[in-house]
């Protein structure tokens, strides 16, 4: 499958933009490989993951098929950023004890990607996929994204993002599956910062090349109008998992 890149074109508003993961995400992940050293993030693209994955393992690569997302990613000594797919990640074999993927398992060929972390991770290893999908503040709120998401942006986003509308549930997957506890990540953001989130989506770039026009303007006196008088507000994203043990 060729690499289609949906993000280089905005990979530093991206990198402002996206909401962290919760520190219960690592901690947990740890306790599946607590002996383990080593992890390979997958689909890296701003680093965000293996950053925080880098304050509970020893050595993290990073890879992502995006150079201009490579260039972006936060510096750290434990992680190592490499240009590379998910399908031929230029590993070693029987490198890692962990491989995660943080939201963009969707943009994988499955197989071929299964198959490489057979090559890679150590027996017993873990592959941890994750994902989210919108995000809730309240039901005025909610609405409006929707709409942004559906109504307006709806034809234009690719058609893999069924997979995370899915949970990734469709997908097969061929490990012996754990089950994660509930999880979900959390920013006090402005509208300002909410504005900039709807941006970094693929389907309003989208939307913009071909129209020569933001759509996110067509909600924007809407969102802000919702937000109320309070500056900050809590913005959520519940955690979906696909988790399994190479045995």
Known sequence: MSFR???SSHSSSYSEFRPG???????YLKTLVPDGTSVWDCGTGNGQAAVSLAEVFDSVIATDPSANQISEAEEHPKVRYLVAS?????LENLQVDLVT???AFHWFDFDAFFTEVRRVCKPGGVLAIWGYGLQTT???TDTIVKRLYGEITGPYWPPERRYVEEAYKTVPFPFSEIDPPA???EEFWTVEQVLGYLRTWSSVQKFIQKNGRDP???VE???RSSWGNSKLRSVKWPLFFRIGRIL
């Open 183 to 185: 999880l979900f990540m």
């Open 221 to 223: 006196d809407q969102l």
């Open 21 to 27: 993961y919760p520190k219960e995400l690592f901690s």
């Open 101 to 103: 993927v943080a939201q």
């Open 216 to 218: 996110v303007s067509e």
């Open 138 to 140: 309240s039901p005025e």
């Open 5 to 7: 890149d949906h993000f």
């Open 86 to 90: 998910a399908e031929n990640s230029t």
